[in-house]
Nanobody
Framework: QVQLVESGGGLAQAGGSVRLSCAAS????????MGWFRQVPGKEREFVAA????????GYADSVKGRFTISLDNAKNTLYLQMNSLKPEDTAVYYC???????????????????WGQGTQVTVSS
């Protein structure tokens, strides 16, 4: 089993920055991909960014490209999401997630991920 715990959410102003962290523990050697997703009430969970556990970035959602950066510190088993130039539409609960060591055919799909954190709220005010 893999346990994921997010931190770093909170309130930010439009144009500001927030950095999210996701600490992984347990069977981390079984992780293939780690990703960030976000969700607002009444909508489906949306892909934000993903990275292979070995470090190669898979990609970003078009809505965050150029503003958000995903990174991984394998020594600390921690995933990060640096969020810059925040917009009110970035307001959501942000989740980190992981797949098994085999990776995923569709790493941008939430169903490909077997382990999830509890989520952290990010609120961007205009």
């Amino acid at each position: 089993q893999v346990q994921l715990v997010e931190s770093g959410g909170g309130l930010a102003q439009a144009g500001g920055s927030v950095r999210l962290s996701c600490a992984a523990s347990g069977r981390t050697l079984s992780i293939g991909i780690m990703g960030w997703f976000r969700q607002v009430p009444g909508k489906e969970r949306e892909f934000v960014a993903a990275v292979y556990w070995r470090g190669n970035i898979i990609g970003y959602a078009d809505s965050v490209k150029g503003r958000f950066t995903i990174s991984l510190d394998n020594a600390k088993n921690t995933l990060y999401l640096q969020m810059n130039s925040l917009k009110p539409e970035d307001t959501a609960v942000y989740y980190c997630a992981s797949t098994g060591v085999g990776g995923a055919v569709s790493p941008r799909s939430s169903w490909a991920y077997g382990h999830w954190g509890q989520g952290t709220q990010v609120t961007v005010s205009s």
